[in-house]
């Protein structure tokens, strides 16, 4: 184990090594000159070399690659050139509200896909089985910025069961302030028992987070469906099945465990994707968080902004990745072996 931990710890780090050198070539290859998103399109030639002195640009390519490095490290992303604040601090604001949404897609996603996909596995090649397949197709399938749209229009516009857009109700902020901890406001609505906005949250949160849910639900039933077809072919799943248990035992107490590890790679994969798909999500629920952020960003050339978004998503998906590996090898230890 400790050896298995250390070679996917080395993994982990040679790939955020080349995402950091990734992102700063991206920022150098952005149309643009960030002197002039900075300063404005009415600076002089003093203000111009001001801001290139400010940020490290007329420094040669080495150089700036050290100090991109270097600040990163030390906690420094570099100052966003539209809101004028440090890029961290704007992703620490923005970047709960996206986990919130999230973190609600992955768990109706989990919570749906992997009992479908055990439905499926389950009665095989026959109707239920054929069902889940056609709807998790459909749920992969189709756009989700047009699923957001249809969703919106039906439940919230037409049928007026769920609010339109939004993360709460804003008038409650006169009424019920809340306390902010940890900037994920059903988490801090509920550490103060501030009901009406946790209420408002949870109402608002119900239609974006059905919407992210749906891609990775579809994979999740299509994944866990094939994993256990396949483990109940094995050796240990026919003599199992000899023994006298049924199909959902050989299912549930024998072939879900070890079928559970190529379900884990691919939610930690879906994690990721999620936080990038959801920017489509929250355009269209006018939810805040990264998704209004980076396209903000790109609106006005941010090329700072870009970069950390692009960091900070890249770093989630290394990280989901390496707690998924060292999940898997708990559950199976055969996974150290690889």
Request: aromatic share 8%; charged share 15%; glycine share 6%.
């Amino acid at each position: 184990m400790p050896r298995y931990l250390i070679r996917r710890l080395g993994q982990a780090v040679l790939v955020v090594a080349g995402v950091i050198a990734l992102t700063f070539v991206i920022m150098r290859l952005v149309p643009g000159d960030p002197a002039v998103a900075y300063a404005g399109p009415k600076a002089g030639p003093a203000e111009l070399a001001q801001a290139r002195a400010r940020f490290g640009l007329d420094d040669p390519v080495w150089t700036q690659l050290w100090n991109y490095v270097r600040d990163l490290f030390s906690g420094d992303w570099g100052t966003s050139l539209h809101t004028r604040q440090p890029v961290a601090h704007d992703l620490a604001t923005a970047f709960p509200a996206s986990l919130e949404l999230v973190g609600a897609a992955l768990i109706v996603a989990v919570l749906a896909g992997v009992p479908l996909g055990i439905l499926a596995a389950r009665y095989h090649t026959k109707f239920p089985d054929l069902s889940v397949r056609l709807s998790s197709m459909l749920a992969v399938s189709v756009p989700v910025f047009w699923l957001a749209l249809a969703v919106q229009t039906l439940f919230a516009s037409t049928l007026g069961w769920f609010p339109v857009a939004g993360e709460y109700d804003t008038r409650l902020d006169v009424t019920s302030p809340l306390h902010v901890y940890t900037n994920i406001t059903a988490v801090d609505a509920l550490l103060t028992g501030n009901w009406p906005i946790l209420t408002s949250t949870l109402a608002h949160l119900v239609l974006p987070a059905l919407v992210v849910a749906a891609y990775p639900a579809g994979l999740i039933a299509q994944m866990t469906r094939a994993a256990l077809i396949e483990e109940t072919g094995r050796d240990h799943t026919r003599m199992e099945r000899a023994l006298g248990f049924g199909e959902t035992a050989l299912l549930t107490r024998f072939a879900l465990r070890p079928a559970a590890a190529p379900v884990l790679s691919l939610i930690a994969l879906v994690f990721a994707y999620a936080i990038v798909n959801g920017f489509l999500v929250e355009a269209v629920f006018n939810w805040p968080g990264l998704g209004r952020y980076a396209a903000d960003s790109i609106r006005s050339l941010d090329t700072p902004a870009i970069a950390g978004v692009t960091l900070l998503v890249a770093l989630l998906y290394v990280v989901a990745n390496l707690v998924v590996d060292l999940l898997q090898s708990l559950i199976d230890p055969r996974v150290r072996t690889r």
